[in-house]
């Protein structure tokens, strides 16, 4: 079975400061994809960063980076230069492909970030 | 604008009676779901289709139903059967390597 775990609860960062939130999967799946999403306390879910298994290259969008590391079956989230804006709710998440080309996530459950000024 | 949306944003239900949430997503994606989130909780998986006139049982179906009759709606009936219907319950429809969500509705049972 395909699981996501998200061992910190909450995580506090200086603004202007780098943070790693962390996150580890379990599939037996050769092809799967990562997702990373930002949930602030409005509630909707902000698409962040795509990492596929095949994909060489560690996936970057702006300030957010996935640490991707297959072996060790991690794809840590880093994020750079925190803003105050980016405290959040943020959920890891798995798709495999082989359940369909587009099949659901399943989601860790969570990390809640606070950006002190 | 493209996107998905859910209505309506805030629903109450009385004990016993069945309600309808409304998912219209106009990205022309195939693919739909719906999750719940409980408070603290990441998401889980109600029912999803991956094209019209067909859907699955995801993890937790027992107490829902859906229907897909056109391929831009996806609603969720949330039925009397479901004993613990307050939730969040965000409606998301996929293209490949991404998954977009709806700004949700919070389910409140009086």
């Known amino acids: 079975a395909q699981k996501i775990t998200q061992t910190q609860p909450g995580m506090f960062v200086q603004e202007k400061e780098a943070v790693t939130l962390d996150c580890t999967y379990d599939?037996?799946?050769?092809?799967?994809?990562l997702f990373w999403y930002k949930q602030p306390s409005s509630g909707e879910m902000i698409f962040l960063i795509y990492?596929?298994?095949?994909?060489?290259q560690n996936a970057t969008e702006g300030r957010y980076s996935l640490n991707f590391q297959k072996a060790r079956k991690s794809a840590n989230l880093v994020i750079s230069a925190s803003q105050l804006g980016d405290s959040a709710m943020y959920f890891c998440?798995?798709?495999?492909?082989?359940?369909?080309?587009?099949?659901?996530?399943?989601f860790g459950k969570g990390t809640k970030l606070s950006v002190k000024p | 604008d493209g996107g998905i949306t859910q209505s309506p944003k805030y629903l109450f239900r009385k004990e016993g009676q069945n309600v309808t949430l409304s998912c219209e997503q106009n990205?022309?994606?195939?693919?739909m779901y719906w999750y719940r989130q409980d408070p603290g909780q990441g998401l889980r998986l109600i029912y999803y289709s991956q094209i019209v006139n067909d859907f699955q049982k995801g993890d937790i179906a027992e107490g829902y139903s859906v229907s897909r009759e056109k391929k831009e709606s996806f609603p969720l009936t949330v039925t009397s059967a479901q004993k613990n219907p307050t939730a969040f319950y965000l409606c998301?429809?996929?293209?490949?390597?991404?998954?977009?969500f709806g700004p949700g509705t919070r389910l409140t049972v009086l």
């Open positions: 599939t037996s799946d050769q092809s799967y994809g």
């Open positions: 990492q596929g298994s095949y994909d060489e």
């Open positions: 998301a429809s996929s293209s490949p390597n991404e998954q977009f």
């Open positions: 990205l022309n994606h195939d693919a």
């Open positions: 998440a798995m798709r495999g492909v082989l359940r369909g080309s587009q099949g659901n996530l399943i």
